[in-house]
């Protein structure tokens, strides 16, 4: 199910924030994961004659739970500003609030005896693209593709990203 949460304009610039759970099933039709996929996106033109855009990303949030047990397993964030969900545009904070995390990072949401708990760890992780968590998913997961060209889909897709990415 993807949803558009909200969308503002601010000056030329069109933010859109997308919203999106799908369920991820193994070989044998089970759905094992749900992949959450939380992203704030601006359109901004691109920096010469023409009159292309671009689409800029401001935050996004990758999680993938257990649909058995509900709990988050792993997470993929990047949140420099803290934005307003509902107004887009970065929050004033007040000297006690948690502030921005400035790097791209992951959680591990599980613990067991043997490994400790992470929950709250920040495990620098670069910049990750929705289709390397796809790719996670599909390449390290076994889950079940939707379509057979599914890896040529992701590597043009990613390297449309790779081109058009600013860092």
Known sequence: MAAF?????RGHNKIICFSSCIGAKNAERKKLYKLHAYIITEV?????????????????????????T????????????????????????EDTDKKPFPYPHSHVRISTEEIPDLYDKHIPSGRVAFEDVVQFLIGDNNIEPNRNDWQAVLDHNREVFRQLRKW
């Open 44 to 68: 901004v033109p691109i920096e010469d004659t023409s009159n292309k855009v671009r689409i800029k990303t401001r935050e996004y949030i990758y999680k993938i739970s257990s649909v058995e």
């Open 70 to 93: 509900g709990k988050a397993l792993y997470e993929f964030h990047w949140h420099p500003e803290k934005i307003d969900r509902e107004t887009l545009e970065p929050m004033k904070l």
């Open 5 to 9: 949460k909200a969308s503002h304009q």
